[in-house]
């Protein structure tokens, strides 16, 4: 059986888990009956998809829709994973060659339309094809209170006992009586596993900070919490090691971490810190599996992580216990810039590359937002959530400004030059630098020169930053992170839009950053 990880970022292309996927995959695979409810968009479709791959035989997935049922076989294939539907909107010759398959005992996900289990031949065909794990998507149709009652749906504890095999149901409606139903109609009344938890991991303190000086800002933050266990996550093998020589200087108790370690000095390494108090473990995201101590006081980031369900994962390793625990991501154009052209300069096919770039832009999003952090988060996986009084913009809100005009100088400036240039020498230009470059390409003549002085150096990387967190420009790979702009930035161009900046993070950060009492 393969490693869930491995086949979650081989097939299916994801990094990290989202929240509550890693234990309701847990249980499926493992042959569990499970009740899970999730947020609409918070990837139920991959706690069967994934667990059918690491079970022998076949997945049968009953789902309601068959506009999304052929969309899950399409995406299924597109990824290397053999799958078939049987539904009304067959034709023939599909209906026939998923037979086939089956019969030559390929497919390893049989998505059926709940009419198809009123014909009898149905049960005789599932029967004979070795059904190892029923999945049933939208599992509130079998509640005939709700309004997308489906009478179809009530044959499916038949089916279940039939086959006797482990049942998954997937829902989104999360009231009490809808689950009881489910419980009753799909599970006999033996109570399944249950997987109802919100997301939310109220203890964690958020925060994001502009990297101005990296190596000063985590000093700076392992400082104030001087003594506790800690995890400063790093993009690189070498930065780890780096950092925690920095910290050692500084009289901390910190330890490196990271994949190119032998196997045995990572091995001392998690010991020790599952074992020690107070030891600052700085690493790569290899660090973690095998961790689990739940008394991690705090996270930081010293670079920005790949996704924002790495970032959600890795500072959820903090505060296992309840008790309060904080993070702080540091994030600069750097980052976006590197993550970039990790994603274009990757072997992934278009479609996945498109969907790298979102993620990466939700966190982003994360990075740059205006108001509450926790809020955005859970809003991102599908969950609602009050102002939550824990994080730095719920702290001190942000104050902002109207950046539409320095954003249309600077689309203006990477227009005027072709999009061929990054944001250093765009910069030059907007304040009117007398630099060779600019004199030798004649840039001291354009319209743009010398526009944006109102705003200095600093300030202009923290707007170029914050651009690039709106997904307004990204650096092209090809042409050594030259800016291009995005049909985003369009209609601030022509005037037709608006946009909101944050000035807290265009002025200078602190050298210290602020503790809370
Ligand atoms: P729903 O819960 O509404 O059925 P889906 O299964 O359709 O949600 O997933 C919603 C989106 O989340 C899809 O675009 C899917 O590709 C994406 N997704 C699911 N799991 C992950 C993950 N671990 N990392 C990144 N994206 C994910």
């Known amino acids: 059986m393969q490693g869930a990880a491995t086949l979650l970022e081989e097939v299916f292309g994801f990094d990290a888990f989202r929240p509550g996927q890693e234990e ?43 506009a999304l049922m052929r969309d899950q076989v399409r995406g299924l294939r597109e990824a290397g994973v053999s799958a078939g539907a049987l539904t009304s909107g067959n034709t023939p010759e599909e209906t026939d060659a998923v037979w086939e398959a089956l019969e030559r005992g390929e497919l ?7 009419e198809r289990l009123a014909a009898g031949s149905a049960l005789n065909m599932l029967r004979r094809i070795g059904v190892s794990l029923i999945a049933v998507d939208e599992a509130h149709c079998v509640s005939q209170w709700g309004h997308d009652f489906r009478p179809d ?54 925060a994001f ?15 104030a ?8 996550y790093c993009g690189s093998r070498a930065k780890t090691e780096a950092i925690a020589a920095a910290l050692r200087e500084e009289g901390h108790n910190a330890a490196h971490y990271h994949g190119a370690m032998d196997p045995d000095a990572r091995r ?29 006081r705090w996270v930081a980031h010293a670079d920005l992580p ?49 969907a790298d770039h979102g993620r990466l832009n939700a966190l982003l999003g994360l990075a740059e937002a205006l108001e509450c952090r926790r809020k955005t988060l859970l809003g991102y996986f599908g969950e609602d959530c009050a102002e939550c009084g824990n994080c730095d913009l719920c702290d001190s809100p942000a104050e902002t400004f109207d950046g539409t005009t320095p954003v249309r100088m600077a689309l203006s400036a990477m227009l005027r030059t072709g999009e061929s240039f990054g944001s250093g020498h765009l910069i030059d230009i907007l304040l009117g630098a007398n630099t060779d470059k600019i004199r030798q390409r004649g840039h001291d003549g354009l319209p743009t020169y010398g526009v944006g002085r109102e705003y200095d150096k600093r300030q202009w990387q923290a707007i170029f930053r914050q651009m690039m967190g709106h997904d307004l420009c990204r650096p092209d790979p090809e042409r050594h992170g030259a800016l291009r702009m995005t049909p985003a930035a369009h209609p601030i161009l022509r005037g037709e839009a608006e946009i909101t900046l944050r000035r807290d993070s265009i002025k200078a950060a602190p050298s210290r950053p602020t503790v809370k009492a």
Do not use: W
């Open 225 to 232: 919490r001087r003594g506790q266990s800690g995890i400063v």
């Open 24 to 66: 309701i995959v847990t249980a499926v695979a493992g042959g569990q009956n499970v009740l899970a409810i999730m947020p609409t968009g918070g990837g139920k479709s991959l706690c069967f998809q994934l667990p059918a791959l690491m079970r022998d035989g076949v997945t049968v997935v009953i789902s309601p829709l068959i």
């Open 108 to 114: 390893k996900l049989l998505y059926i339309a709940p």
């Open 268 to 296: 001392h390494v998690e010991h020790r810190f599952n074992t020690e108090d107070g030891l600052i473990v700085v690493a790569t995201v290899a660090f973690g599996m095998g961790v689990d101590k739940p008394d991690i």
């Open 153 to 206: 749906y009530l044959r499916i504890g038949e089916l279940r006992r039939a086959l006797n095999v482990p049942l998954a149901a997937f829902t989104a409606t999360a009231d009490q009586e809808t689950r009881d139903e489910i419980v009753t109609r799909l599970f006999d009344g033996e109570p399944p596993a249950s997987f109802l938890h919100g997301f939310d991991r109220p203890n964690i303190h958020l």
């Open 209 to 223: 900070e502009a990297k101005n000086a990296p190596r000063k800002q985590i000093l700076g933050f392992a400082e």
């Open 306 to 354: 790949k996704s924002i369900e790495s970032y959600y994962q890795e500072i959820g390793r903090a505060g296992r216990d309840g008790a309060p625990a904080e993070t702080m991501t540091l994030f600069g154009p750097e980052d976006v810039r590197l993550r970039r052209s990790q994603i274009d300069e990757g072997l992934a096919p278009p479609e996945r590359q498109m």
